[in-house]
């Protein structure tokens, strides 16, 4: 889902939610921005370092899945408590 989709959709939640959501949209933009950062480093690093730089990009990745999955949570419970 692009960023515009999300704010598009953010728009006709609620206040709350829609805060909650904002929050976390930013959330997985700078994590998704962090882990390109992240793999150019890695493309350039020595071999000494790639095993480091690997478990950090594999815990940027395992973030940006779980902030992913609390965004649909969100969305859930809102779509729940509304009808």
Request: net charge positive; charged share 35%; glycine share 2%.
């Amino acid at each position: 889902m692009k960023i515009s989709d999300r704010r598009t959709q953010a728009a006709a939640e609620p206040p709350e939610t829609n805060l909650v959501l904002t929050e976390v949209d930013k959330l997985i933009a700078s994590t998704e921005e962090r882990i390109e950062q992240q793999r150019r480093y890695l493309r350039t690093v020595a071999a000494a370092g790639k095993p480091k730089a690997n478990a950090k990009l594999e815990a940027m990745q395992s973030a940006l899945a779980k902030l992913k999955k609390y965004r649909l949570r969100v969305l859930e419970l809102e779509q729940n408590q509304r009808g």
